[in-house]
């Protein structure tokens, strides 16, 4: 899998949209980017995951730039419950799911 | 859908006793699934790749005798931590993936072992 780097932390007003950003410069052409949340104490969540295109589902967007080195995942009217660690993973369509999960950042949306 | 359960949520024993940890996938069925433990404040650390009808493959570092898994049918994989110790105190998580669709895993909500 692709190293992936995020930052460590952000905080996001209530309402506002949070934007994620991941870098993954060394992502491969078949590396699929994913996405995960990981609220406190409890098993991780899947978001979504996206190739080339952008992909938007109910939960949040992502945006994969067209050299495919970076991505943002934007949770477009943050609540407090999406305060949460959210995990980039950058991983092989073969490799049936074994992910390599980084520090991920902790987003904290505030009231 | 895809919704993955494990059992016991949290769990204390004594040291030296032996701890099984289920994990069910509820309505699909996983040839796959994935051990991973997690300790306070750190990411998630892949332990082990269970197979179903064959042998876990192990990450390096992890000790096979002492993480026995079991993975008997698509939808239940057993994670049993023999002779615990207060160090294997962790978050033990389980994900299974579905299909053709194995990139994707699904989490279940993780077992809190403590060891005394």
């Known amino acids: 899998d692709a190293k992936t780097t995020q930052p460590p932390s952000m905080d996001c007003a209530e309402g506002r949209a949070a934007n994620l950003p991941c870098n993954h410069s060394?992502?491969?052409?078949?590396?699929?980017v994913y996405w995960y949340r990981q609220i406190h104490s409890q098993g991780p969540q899947y978001i979504i995951h996206?190739?080339?295109n952008n992909e938007t589902n109910e939960m949040a967007s992502l945006i994969i730039t067209e050299d495919r080195k970076s991505s943002t995942l934007i949770l477009p009217h943050a609540t407090l419950r999406d305060t949460a660690v959210y995990y980039c993973?950058?991983?092989?369509?073969?490799?049936?799911?074994?992910?390599?999960f980084g520090d991920g950042t902790t987003l904290t949306v505030k009231p | 859908g895809a919704v993955v359960s494990q059992h016991p949520s949290r769990v204390i024993c004594k040291s030296g006793t032996s701890v099984k940890i289920e994990c069910r996938s509820l309505?699909?069925?996983?040839?796959?699934m994935f051990w991973y433990r997690q300790f306070p404040k750190k990411s998630l650390m892949l332990m082990a790749t269970?197979?179903?009808?064959?042998?876990?493959?192990?990450e390096q570092g992890v000790e096979k005798d002492k993480f026995l898994i079991n993975h008997a049918s698509l939808t239940l994989s057993t994670l049993t931590v023999t002779s615990a110790h207060p160090e294997d105190s962790s978050f033990y998580i389980c994900?299974?993936?579905?299909?053709?669709?194995?990139?994707?895993?699904?989490f279940g909500p993780g077992t809190r072992l403590l060891v005394l």
């Open positions: 993973i950058a991983i092989l369509n073969t490799n049936a799911g074994k992910s390599t």
């Open positions: 996206g190739l080339k």
């Open positions: 060394t992502i491969s052409g078949n590396e699929y």
């Open positions: 994900s299974a993936s579905i299909g053709d669709r194995q990139e994707t895993q699904y």
């Open positions: 309505d699909f069925q996983a040839t796959t």
């Open positions: 269970s197979n179903e009808g064959s042998k876990a493959t192990y």
